[in-house]
């Protein structure tokens, strides 16, 4: 019996270090990426990444908010699209699924299958574009950066699969009682399936935020420009400065340099820091939304 005690205790410290020893992996990529944005080019060049500074300098940080407005502009841009696109595709996610996901819907079947097929196929790049500029004349708004936010089927399969878990009893008692279709789907699916709506959620959120590429193509005015595209607009800028000043004379103080490895950091710290603050609220929804459809024992 002491035995057998010591070989639990033991397998405990076991998985209890391994999980320290991977949180530490997940951390430091993270803390380096900081530490690089707040080091002084010169260091970078000479010492390359390091986990601890070897000189605290701003520059990157400095030329990120040079302009102030802009970024704001930009923050309150992508908050306006990630929301309402969140909040749109939630919606529109939930009732799909939940018309799939029941049985007596006649046209559950070749729904589906249209759903699964735009997974394996699309129209291309072209159609995209004449699509959303041509017909929908949707160039130079926000309708051009959401609509498109709204086209991933993969969450509504888990959403449907998620739906298809839930009693049919509880939908016949509702039934029975005298509840319609749409109070059935608002007043009982919905706070059954608050896990995996806050799981899509989370991670159409971190989608709608990082999006870059509809700007790209059908954003010209500035102050449409989202978060992550004016920041790579603004690194492409440096870029080009740092390629001019390539013959620059050699007495040039390292103060005048354009911190460009700082900078790819710094912008990744302003873009992805206001997530790290949103994770935390979903967390005791995301294991258990993770494991929708999960064979159980």
């Known amino acids: 019996m002491p035995l057998r005690l010591h070989k639990i205790s033991f397998y405990k410290l076991f998985i209890h270090l391994f999980f320290i020893i991977m949180s530490i992996a997940f951390v430091i990529p993270l803390w380096t990426v900081i530490a690089i944005s707040i080091s002084n080019e010169i260091d970078i060049v000479n010492f390359g990444y390091r986990l601890i500074p070897q000189s605290i300098d701003w520059t990157a940080y400095q030329y ?21 696109g969140l909040l749109l595709y939630l919606l529109m996610a939930s009732m799909m699924g939940y018309a799939i996901s029941r049985t007596d819907f006649k046209f559950r079947s070749p729904i589906t299958f249209y759903l699964f097929f735009t997974m394996l196929f699309n129209g291309g790049l072209v159609p995209y574009y004449i699509l959303l500029s041509q017909y929908f004349h949707l160039r130079n708004t926000y309708g051009a950066l959401i609509l498109p936010l709204l086209g991933n089927v993969w969450y509504i399969f888990i959403m449907r699969t998620s739906f298809q878990q839930i009693p049919k009893a509880i939908i016949e008692s509702a039934t029975i009682d005298g509840a319609k279709e749409l109070q059935i789907f608002f007043r009982v699916i919905l706070p059954l399936s608050t896990p995996v709506l806050a799981t899509v959620g989370l991670l159409q959120l971190l989608s709608n935020w990082n999006s870059w590429f509809n700007a790209l193509l059908f954003i010209d005015k500035q102050e449409l420009y989202p978060l992550q595209y004016l920041l790579q607009t603004t690194l492409r800028n440096i870029q080009e400065l740092t390629q001019n000043m390539e013959n620059r004379p050699m007495h040039l103080s390292s103060s005048q340099m354009v911190p460009t490895e700082s900078m790819r950091m710094a912008m990744a710290v302003v873009a992805t820091g206001p997530m790290l603050f949103v994770f935390p609220f979903f967390q005791k929804y995301f294991v258990t939304g993770l494991t929708v459809g999960s064979v159980k024992g």
Do not use: E
Not at 64 to 69: A, L, R, V
């Open 64 to 84: 990120i908010f040079k302009n102030p407005d802009s970024i704001l502009n930009a923050y309150k841009v992508t908050i306006i699209i990630s929301a309402i």
